[in-house]
């Protein structure tokens, strides 16, 4: 009886553990209809994006021209999978799978829901993966921000109707 009290305690103190970790982040921004948070600890970068679709919700890191050379994360939720995906921009209108282009996945999925139309994600990425096909994300210092989010349809093919980008400073938060 003892040892199944201790258990479910446990239990309890792990599942708080993990929820006050996924929900803790420093900054905000929005733009597009995501919401995108996050933190950078130590060479980490931990993510969070949400936006009123049932399709998937996105953030794009430095690119050079509308998407060519940027790295981007995408995720949508289907049922119980939470698919999160690595990639490159490897034309103005073009990216694809690092992984495809002869990279690595750097993408750790830290969780995911759908719920009442809305898709959350949650991720970590390295701040330098060392993969010529991901930015080198300097944390102090300019980085440029792209959200978007696809219609309502679980596909990485599926366009997004409008994007933000806004230039951000990780490390403080602030955003111009
Ligand atoms: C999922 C598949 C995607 C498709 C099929 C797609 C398709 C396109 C197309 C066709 C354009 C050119 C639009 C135009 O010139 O009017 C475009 C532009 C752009 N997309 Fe995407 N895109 C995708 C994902 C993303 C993601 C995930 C992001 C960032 C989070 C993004 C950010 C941008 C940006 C910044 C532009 C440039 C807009 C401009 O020139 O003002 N795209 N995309």
Redesign the pocket.
């Known amino acids: 009886m003892k040892k199944t009290l201790f258990g479910l305690v446990l239990a309890l103190c792990l599942v708080g553990a993990n929820s006050v970790q996924a929900d803790s982040y420093d900054h905000e921004m929005k733009g597009a209809g995501?919401t995108f948070s996050w933190k950078v600890d130590g060479d980490t970068l931990h993510g969070k994006l949400s936006a009123k679709t049932k399709g998937?919700v996105?953030?794009?890191f430095n690119?050079e021209?509308?998407?060519q050379g940027?790295n981007?994360i995408?995720g949508f939720v289907k049922g119980n999978d939470v698919e999160v995906v690595d990639?490159f921009?490897t034309k103005?209108?073009?990216?694809d799978l690092d992984e495809d282009l002869g990279g690595t996945s750097d993408v750790t999925v830290v969780g995911g829901s759908e719920k009442g139309g809305t898709t959350t994600i949650e991720f970590t990425i390295p701040l330098d993966s060392g993969d010529q096909y991901d930015t080198v994300l300097v944390a102090d210092g300019e980085t440029k921000v792209?959200?978007?989010h696809?219609p309502p349809r679980d596909?990485?093919?599926?366009?997004?109707r409008k994007?933000a980008?806004k230039t951000v400073n990780l490390s403080t938060g602030a955003v111009k």
């Open positions: 995501v998937w996105a953030v794009g690119p021209e509308q998407m940027g981007y995408l990639h921009g103005k209108i073009n990216h792209v959200l978007a696809g596909s990485f093919k599926a366009r997004h994007q980008i």
